[in-house]
């Protein structure tokens, strides 16, 4: 079965920091891996999507990269801001349309 | 906006009542998920949907009722739930088939069971 892990659990940073998130999954054989956003109490907004094929994906200040191989994906946030707080989530897409996710980063960005 | 609409987004319910969530996806996707996520739990898949047939239940008590009348709405039933149902219920689309697309979530409804 598919083991998602995301480290950190939780991160603090002062403003203005570059930080970057971890996402690690146990089979290599996934279709896509999405990384998400959660405000607390609400949705999941998509960031980025990374196809199997690709390396990377940026978005504004948010790069993503997969290694396949290894099992592993960044989320690589630069120059943090205080409306960057939130939970991110990743998740990797197998066979049968199942996404898998991880139990997420929660970010606090200190103004 | 994410173009996943759920309703209602708050609901609370005792354990004897029959309640539905629904959800409604303007995206033209052919796939719909049912997610529960639980304080400090990954998100849990509970049901997928493929072109209105259900493909997916993991294992869900059938207290859970899900159904599908056509690709655009999802609802999910429920009857004589338990406390530790109490969860966000998150809906999701998506495009199957070739070139797999993102997922998209609604906003989620947060169940409360007393």
């Known amino acids: 079965k598919q083991e998602v892990t995301q480290i950190p659990a939780a991160l603090s940073v002062p403003e203005g920091e570059n930080l970057v998130l971890n996402c690690s999954f146990t089979?290599?054989?996934?279709?896509?891996l999405q990384w998400f956003r959660q405000d607390p109490g609400k949705g999941l907004t998509s960031l980025l999507l990374?196809?199997?094929?690709?390396r990377e994906q940026t978005s504004g200040r948010l790069n993503a990269s997969l290694d396949k191989s290894s099992g592993r994906s960044t989320l690589y946030i630069a120059a943090s801001q205080p409306g960057d707080s939130a939970t991110y989530l990743c998740?990797?897409?197998?066979?049968?349309?199942?996404?898998?996710f991880g139990t997420g980063t929660s970010l606090t960005v200190i103004p | 906006e994410t173009g996943v609409t759920q309703t209602p987004r708050h609901l609370v319910m005792g354990m004897t009542n029959k309640k539905s969530l629904k959800c409604e996806q303007h995206?033209?996707?052919?796939?719909m998920y049912w997610y529960k996520q639980s304080a400090k739990k990954p998100l849990e898949l509970m049901f997928v949907?493929?072109?209105?047939?259900?493909?997916e239940n993991n294992s869900v008590p059938s207290r859970f009722s899900p159904e599908c009348p056509n690709s655009s709405h999802l609802f999910l039933h429920l009857h004589t739930l338990q406390p530790e149902d109490s969860a966000l219920y998150l809906c999701?689309?998506?495009?199957?088939?070739?070139?797999?697309?993102?997922?998209?979530f609604g906003q989620g409804t947060r169940l409360t069971v007393v």
């Open positions: 089979d290599s054989a996934i279709y896509n």
């Open positions: 999701a689309s998506s495009q199957s088939g070739q070139g797999f697309s993102e997922a998209f």
């Open positions: 949907y493929n072109f209105k047939e259900q493909t």
């Open positions: 998740a990797v897409l197998l066979t049968g349309n199942q996404f898998y």
């Open positions: 990374i196809q199997s094929s690709q």
């Open positions: 995206l033209g996707h052919n796939a």
